[in-house]
Structures are given as structure tokens and as C-alpha cells.
């Protein structure tokens, strides 16, 4: 455990914020002895911090979950259940699971992040979300030091969401394990997005496999999404807002050409954040150290001394600017942090 920590290296918003304490934690033994030594200690699990915002130093302890494993729970001719620690590396084990033709998850290439915060708010991409392989979340109950199984259906998932994000469990849980269930046969490739088209196209592959999709996927992100160690962000900014049938038709008629997408609530529609935010004349504005990025609307970045409040502030200012412009209220995805 080390004293007056710089959380800097640990949030890819590159933010300069300290902590009180810091453990590097490898295994679940030690998780629940920082419980039992400190109970009165406000705590933060921590795992690569490309989804956080900290405002202020933290006055607690920060968990690093670094606890690194995976093994096979089960296996039929088709399909295969692995269990994988929380503190693997997100894009490490979709790489992985391509390379055993494992197949669910090669959509899901190059997502910043730990596999044991991936199905906090569900992470997805490209067609695919997480719960779609996730058959259950184990988790340490912070207060009782029990562990707590979630059953995916327990786990109440939905675009950018599970019953982790609910404030009451906010740091209630520790996610240790994760168990997904990936195809070994007869895989259902996911090739829907026109970029991923375009890519196979262009390298001339009629039958792709799960590598040629993890390629085009990785390709895509790299040309619009800014690399953290170049520029500190933490991805999409706001969620991709719902909207009712009435407010899309007003919508559409003002701007035939906005792009949405149908979701499976009926009568309801997503419009994509960053095309709203780009239409408001957001998108490649720099104030200071903070910004829009130019390639993608939805990505405020940090460009050298930023602080959490200035990112923050600048996220006020263009949250307000859409519900002006369009009367819908943009949500967070990054979990403010103070
Ligand atoms: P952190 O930022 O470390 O933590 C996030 C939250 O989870 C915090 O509140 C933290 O306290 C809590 N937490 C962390 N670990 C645990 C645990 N083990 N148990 C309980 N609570 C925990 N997301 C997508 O869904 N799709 C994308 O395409 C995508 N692209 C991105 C691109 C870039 C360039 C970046 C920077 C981010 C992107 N993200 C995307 C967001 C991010 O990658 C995901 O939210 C990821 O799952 C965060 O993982 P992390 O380990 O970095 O979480
Ligand atoms: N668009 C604009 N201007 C912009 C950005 C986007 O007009 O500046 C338009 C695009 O032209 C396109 C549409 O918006 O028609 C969607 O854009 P894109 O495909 O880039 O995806 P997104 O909706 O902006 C979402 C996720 C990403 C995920 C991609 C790919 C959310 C909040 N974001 O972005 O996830 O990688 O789709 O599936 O759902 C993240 O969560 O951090 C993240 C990066």
C-alpha cells in the first residue's frame, strides 16, 4: 500500500488528482483484508480509468484491480464458458479468444479497460454489446465481504447500463470474475456496419473469420477515436440519447439528413450524441487545455494540463447547448469521480 499517490498514470484523461492510499491488488484475499483493516475508509476500485473523470483528490483508497487469471468452466462441441479475472486487460482477452477462434467478442477489439468493469455499463460496439456472451458477474460485497453472484438476467443489462451503475450499488460490488460464453463453430459474425463492409471489401475478403473482423474493427477505431497516450480522453463522453416518436418526427422534418438508429423500445429512437453536438457547432473546438475532437463530437479530450473541473465545466456548457438547440438532455457516460 503506498501513501500520496498522483492517480495521473491510472486515468486516461491524463488528469493530475492524488490519493490519500494505493493498493495494487492481485488477488481476492487481499480485497477483503483492506475491508477488514479499513472499514471506515472510503474506498474506489480502479481499473484502467478510461471512464473516469476525477474532479478532486481522492480522500480514501484506491483499489487497482490487477487480479489475473482465466480458466475453462465448460465445454461442448460448439461453445466454450471461461471465466476470466477482472483485472485482465479487456482488448488482451478479445485478442486471445480470436487467436483460440473463440468467437462473441472480436466486435469488441481495442475497448480500453479491464474485463471486470466491462459489463458495468455494458460495454459495446460495432453491433455487439457484452452481455450478449456474459452468462455471470462474480463480485465481493463490499460491505459483508460475501461473495455475490449475478445471473445475466440478475444483472439487468441494458445500452450502457447494468444494476452495477445504480447509484445505491455505486462501489458496492467489486467484480472479481466474469464468465462469457463464446463459440467454438458456426460462429454469428457480426458485419452489419458499413465501415466493417467498406474495410472487408477493400482487403478483398469474401469469407471473414473472427481476426479479419477484430482487424477491421481495430483499423476503424484507430482512424476516428484519439489514442489516450497521444490525447487524454475516456471515449464517448455522453451516452447516445433516447427520443420519443413524437420528438423524432419534429426532428427528422427539421433534419432529413440526421442519422438515428431504431432501437428495440418501440416508438423510440437514438440519435447519435455526436452528430447533435457537431450540429451545434462543438466539434474541433479547443478552449485552453480542454476540447472537442475533431474526428469524433462525442470525445472531449485534454490536451496537456487540464483539470477534472475544466472537463467538466466544458461538458456543462455543451449539455446545455443541446437542450437548447433540440430539447434532449444528454447523460454521461463517464463516471465524475468528487
Ligand atoms: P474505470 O475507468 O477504471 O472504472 C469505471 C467505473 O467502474 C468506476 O466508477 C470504477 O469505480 C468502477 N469499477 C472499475 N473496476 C471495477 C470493479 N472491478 N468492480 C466494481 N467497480 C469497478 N466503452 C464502450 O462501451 N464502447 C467503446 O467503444 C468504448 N471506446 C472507448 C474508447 C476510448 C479511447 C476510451 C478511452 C474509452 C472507451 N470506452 C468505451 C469506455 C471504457 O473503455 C469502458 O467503460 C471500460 O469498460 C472502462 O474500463 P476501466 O477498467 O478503464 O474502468
Ligand atoms: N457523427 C457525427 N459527428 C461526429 C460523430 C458522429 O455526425 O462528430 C455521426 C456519424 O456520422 C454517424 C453517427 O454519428 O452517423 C454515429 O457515429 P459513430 O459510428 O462514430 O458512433 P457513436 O454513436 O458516436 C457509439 C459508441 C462508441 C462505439 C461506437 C461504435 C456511445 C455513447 N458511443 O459511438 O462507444 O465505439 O458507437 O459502435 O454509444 C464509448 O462508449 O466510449 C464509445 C467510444
Redesign the pocket.
Known sequence: MQKNVSLKP????GIEAKTDWFADIDSEEQVLTIIDDLPQMPK?????????LFLKDFEGIVLH?NIKGKRIVDETDNDITIAVK??EK?HDFVMWAVHHNYGGIEN?A?????V???P???????GV??KDVITEVH?LNMQNCLPNIFSKTECQFNY?HSI?KLPEN??R????EVHFKLTKKNHALKTGYGAIQNILQQRKIIQPGLKDIADAVIEI?QSK????KEIG????FFKNPYVDEQKFIKLLQKHPEMPYYKTTVTETYKIPAGWLIEQAGWKGKRFGSVGVHPKQAL?LVNYGEATGLEIKNLADQIREDIQDKFDITLQP???F?G
Open positions: 491510472y486515468n486516461t484523461f474506489l476500485i480502479l481499473g484502467e480509468g478510461s471512464n473516469v484491480n477482472g483485472g479487456w469488441l481495442l475497448i480500453p479497460g479491464k471486470g468493469t466491462a458495468i455499463q455494458n460495454i459495446g460496439a460495432y454489446e457484452v463480485t450502457r452495477f455505486k462501489g460490488y467489486f467484480i472479481n477505431r477515436l484519439p489514442d489516450p480522453n475516456a471515449g464517448s470525445v457516460e463517464v463516471n469521480i
